[in-house]
């Protein structure tokens, strides 16, 4: 079914929204121009994507937990992994778009919350190939799918964790001196959204990106994107409507820009 106020919030966005040429900000204006608009093939993209082709066609029948109220999958259902793969992977497009952002960043490491069946996550890896990527997954046999999908892909750099985020998000935390890149896919309630950022504050850096996914999906998630956006440590924040980039950069003058995507 077809959530209607999220299609009434696109239409909003696009007619709100602005492409490279109605940015004015050197940092901001680099990062659509170069990273978010480079529509150019990547060479690890080919591999991902045949895998999505073969996940598609998989009907293997996995038991879902989900442990965060408002995710893409109910309470503890069988589904098969096509039906997973067809609803719950994110885009293409849009996980391209989260690869080009890590390859852009350079990190040394990234947190992923939301594994999934480890299609991002293989983008984000193969990003930022020297980087030590940490993905949290709460659902363990969904978590087992992806494991295969990141060995078959030869995806080395990669901890995977199973369980509760709100349990294991903090111990993650405190294995870094500073955050270079933080993806939230998971848990799409305020309060946890909320509670996830406010977690990650302390270690985010001038360098450091922090991305939210599905800032449009429900109410919660819409006060929630305008409550980080208001947060006076914040300095510049881009909405391309599926997603939400957040930066921390000291001396920059605080500006959110809606960008079309």
């Known amino acids: 079914m077809i959530n209607l106020q999220l299609a009434v919030d696109y239409l909003k966005h696009r007619f709100t929204s602005k492409t490279r040429h109605g940015v004015h900000s050197p940092f901001a204006y680099r990062l659509v121009d170069k990273?978010?608009?480079?529509?150019?093939?990547?060479?690890?993209?080919?591999?991902?994507?045949?895998?999505?082709?073969?996940l598609l066609r998989d009907e293997r029948v996995i038991n879902i937990t989900d442990l965060g109220a408002g995710?893409?999958?109910?309470?503890?259902?069988?589904?098969?992994?096509?039906?997973l793969a067809k609803n719950a992977l994110k885009p293409a497009k849009l996980a391209q778009l989260i690869h080009r952002l890590a390859a852009d960043q350079s990190p040394e490491n990234i947190i992923e919350l939301g594994?999934?069946?480890?299609?991002?996550?293989?983008?984000?890896?193969?990003?930022?190939p020297d980087a030590q990527v940490v993905s949290i997954e709460g659902c363990p046999?969904?978590?087992a799918i992806a494991e295969e999908n990141l060995s078959t892909l030869g995806i080395k750099n990669t901890g995977?964790?199973?369980?509760?985020?709100?349990?294991?998000?903090?111990?993650v935390i405190s294995m870094f001196p500073a955050l270079d890149f933080v993806f939230i896919d998971g848990n799409?309630?305020?309060?946890?959204?909320?509670?996830?950022?406010?977690w990650c504050l302390p270690k985010l850096s001038e360098n450091s990106i922090m991305i939210f996914d599905d800032i449009y999906w429900s109410k919660g998630m819409k006060e929630a994107w305008d409550?980080?956006?208001?947060?006076?440590?914040?300095?510049?924040?881009?909405?391309l409507f599926w997603i939400g980039l957040v930066f921390v950069r000291k001396g920059q003058a605080k500006e959110d820009f809606k960008i079309r995507y």
């Open 35 to 54: 990273v978010i608009y480079d529509f150019h093939a990547k060479p690890s993209y080919g591999k991902i994507e045949d895998l999505r082709a073969e």
């Open 71 to 83: 995710s893409h999958v109910n309470n503890n259902k069988r589904k098969q992994v096509k039906a």
């Open 115 to 128: 594994t999934c069946l480890g299609l991002t996550t293989a983008y984000l890896a193969s990003a930022a």
């Open 141 to 143: 046999e969904t978590a």
């Open 160 to 171: 995977l964790l199973v369980g509760n985020f709100d349990k294991i998000l903090p111990d």
């Open 188 to 198: 799409h309630r305020k309060d946890a959204t909320l509670n996830y950022f406010k």
């Open 227 to 239: 409550e980080i956006k208001a947060h006076p440590e914040v300095t510049v924040t881009i909405d």
